[in-house]
Nanobody
Framework: VQLQAYGGGLVQAGGSLRLSCAAS????????MGWFRQAPGKEREFVASISRSGISTYYADSVKGRFTISRDNAKNTVYLQMNSLKPEDTAVYYCALGAGVVASDREYDYWGQGTQVTVSS
């Protein structure tokens, strides 16, 4: 399976970005999807996850109420809408494919290459 994340960029604090992750090589709708991020000098951290159907979602406390994860199974794509961005959201964002709506990165088997998000103050 291949995951291609895109949509990152430079944005001012308070702004918005939408990340996309396109999947190929597997039946996308059979898997949960997640977004993670890694800031310089920090460990990778969970951001959000969504169930196969898209009905169930799960967010890190740090992004709850500002970020929204969604998916379009017809397009084999998962999205991360990021609003009210803060400088501390600056990181490389990765999408991942896994078995469940969980926060542990060990539960995700396939990872995209990452897309850089930079939020200026």
């Amino acid at each position: 399976v291949q995951l291609q994340a895109y949509g990152g960029g430079l944005v001012q604090a308070g702004g918005s970005l939408r990340l996309s992750c396109a999947a190929s090589g597997r039946t996308f709708s059979r898997y949960a999807m997640g977004w993670f991020r890694q800031a310089p000098g920090k460990e990778r951290e969970f951001v959000a996850s969504i169930s196969r159907s898209g009905i169930s979602t799960y967010y890190a406390d740090s992004v709850k109420g500002r970020f929204t994860i969604s998916r379009d199974n017809a397009k084999n794509t998962v999205y991360l809408q990021m609003n009210s961005l803060k400088p501390e959201d600056t990181a490389v964002y990765y999408c991942a494919l896994g078995a469940g709506v969980v926060a542990s990165d060990r539960e995700y088997d396939y990872w995209g290459q990452g897309t850089q998000v930079t939020v200026s103050s």
